[in-house]
């Protein structure tokens, strides 16, 4: 018991020396520069009036600070200390502190855009209305007037993919937009994101025909859909007695195929797996015959990226569908969307849309999907009894993509036999948040299939 006591001893006189004090002028010791008036910080012992070290949960309006240095605490705010060292300017941690105790945690975006990310604060907000316009080739924003929009924008490259075009702000409100180019798209911010617009089509990559969306795969790539060109037929026919079309496009899965005859139908393109690019939709095949060159076919949908170091909210639909195959073509796939955010909220009329479009009939052309849950289409054959040499319906997130239709009975000798495209494949979509869950209300608009995932953050 002698022994403890001694030890106590020890300890009260390492952090405080018996001077009286009123304030800390009156310490003259540096070891002890601190004046406990009321007895109130733990190396004082309860005793008042006495100089001791300088108390760890000082504030700072008594002990001050050294003006620059930042910490972040177990209440996960981030003081850092003014210019007169006697305050600090408080910043609140939505993700936590760093294990170092001098920044708060922030998310680590995939695709290379982790850099974008850390510029975006020094960045003014932007706010993007109706008829606006986002050129991913050039890097330039214009209103409906042509006026240009100053948003910063860096180039991202991909390895076998098209760069990303990212456009970067401390935060972002999208109205009706128009995205163009042949570069994938993505909006980085620290603060929030907001996609406005009810049931608009408010960040528009959708491919629009055969105008590739933007950051669609290539035509080389194995998800576009199969066309033939005067391969297969039987000896002494004619091009025109081979009665092919284009496979669709394919991503989430295969491409549906088109009709065939004589040969095999062309197959649809095969499916896509993984997020590791960010590339759109795939194109779809063409029948091309002599009379009937390739490059008719629906093209991919777009890819687009959004984060967000804060929130994402869409009340509005961003829409990347596939475009419709022209005369007996394939339809293209739906593309590609990305969001990180640590809250993603889909509100009513709000959400994705990444549709395949239409196959094209042996007369007009598939549709292109549309910013909904409505399948896409077809293209029909004017002459032939219904049903025949008309397209399959675009893919959606609860459809398949439609098979093509050929003619089957009362073709002429030497007359073309009468074949449709097959539909796009839907799109993808992933979702990251903080606990891998997003606000979803009922009424929310989802035609893409999401995988959910969770943020990397450091």
Known sequence: MYKLAVVLVLVVGCTKKADQCTSNADCTDPAYPFCDVNGEFAPSGSAKNVCTIVPPDCPVSQCGCEPGAVTCGSDNMLDTCNSDGMSVTSTACGLGCEASGTACKTIEPSNGLGPALMQASTEPAVTLGSG????????????????????????????????????????????????????????????????????????????????????AQPMSAPCTGESTFDQGCVTGTTDDECGYAGGGGGNDMPGAAAGGIMIPENNGGVAVTGFSLLVGGCAGGSPGTRDNPPGLAGAGGGAVQIVSAT???????????????????????????????????????????????????????????????????????????????????????????????????????????????????????????????????????????????MLDVQ
């Open 132 to 215: 606006d316009t986002i050129d991913t080739d050039a890097g330039t924003v214009t209103d409906a007037s042509g006026n240009v929009i100053a948003v910063p924008s860096t180039l991202i490259p991909q390895t076998n993919a098209a760069p990303i075009r990212a456009f970067i702000a401390h935060s972002f409100t999208i109205g009706s937009v128009t995205v163009t180019g042949s570069n994938a798209l993505a909006l980085v911010s620290d603060g929030p994101i907001a996609i406005e617009g009810l049931m608009n089509v408010v960040a528009s990559v959708s491919a629009s025909g055969q105008s590739q969306g933007v950051g």
């Open 311 to 453: 929130s994402v909210t869409l009340d509005g639909v961003i829409n990347v569908g596939g475009g419709g195959g022209t005369f007996s073509s394939g339809g293209g796939s739906g593309g590609m969307v990305v969001i990180e955010a640590p809250i993603v909220i889909v509100h009513d009329g709000g959400g994705i849309a990444a549709n395949g479009g239409g196959g094209g009939g042996c007369d007009t052309a598939g549709a292109t999907a549309t910013p909904d849950t409505t399948p896409a289409g077809v293209g029909s054959c004017k002459a032939m009894t219904t049903g025949y040499g008309t397209g399959g319906t675009g893919g959606t997130l609860l459809t398949a993509p439609g098979v093509g239709v050929i003619q089957t009975d009362g073709i002429i000798t030497g007359s073309t036999p009468n074949a449709g495209g097959g539909g796009g494949s839907v799109g993808r979509a992933r979702i990251a948040t903080l606990d891998g869950t997003v606000s979803l209300t009922s009424g929310a608009i989802m035609s893409a299939a999401v995988t959910n995932d």
